[in-house]
């Protein structure tokens, strides 16, 4: 293999470069946030903004996600015509039937369990905000968001859904009662119970 190819990349430089992948086909991160905000509010409504943020971004230093977001340059080159045969027509049209885009941006989601998977069917049927934006853009001649419209969706899902968790373990934590275990430490009760018998 040629040594100046590169195909890993850091936490840090996978989230600049899916910055300036998403910001290139007029994605901002502050538009995937007012998603996971949005549907986060329902059930917290003194939720900070920031958390969102923060979560979009953390969201984009995964390394299935990087992959993901590069992969959705596949728009880019049907936007160009570069595809051959019944596919250039499938991806640029978006055909309904398709289902590619909406089986990656449930791969993304995953990364957060079945919540996630829930918030971005949730996202991907009740189009709001950028992805919204993106769907009706992607509609228009010389435009093609067939993946980025469910990829951009499943990261504010998968967001949405580390914001939850992040705010329960916040109320898990005022628990006065609440003590963290260790898995060493249920391993231990374990081996001690058993030497007993």
Known sequence: MNKNIRLVYNRDEMLQLN??????????????????????????????????????EKILTFRDVFHHVQFAEVDRLAEEKMFKGPIQDILYYDLGLFGLDETLGLDVARNFGSIGQTNFGDIDVNKKGIVAKLNEDGKKDGHCHTLLDDIV???????????AQVMSEDQALENPSYHKTSIYELFGDQKGKKKKD
């Open 19 to 56: 910055i300036a992948t998403l910001r290139s086909r007029g994605v901002e991160l502050v538009e995937i946030a007012k998603i996971a905000h949005q549907q986060q509010s329902k059930y917290h409504p003194e939720i900070d903004f920031q958390l969102c943020l923060e979560s979009v």
């Open 153 to 163: 969706g499943a990261i504010a899902a998968a967001a949405s859904t580390r914001v």
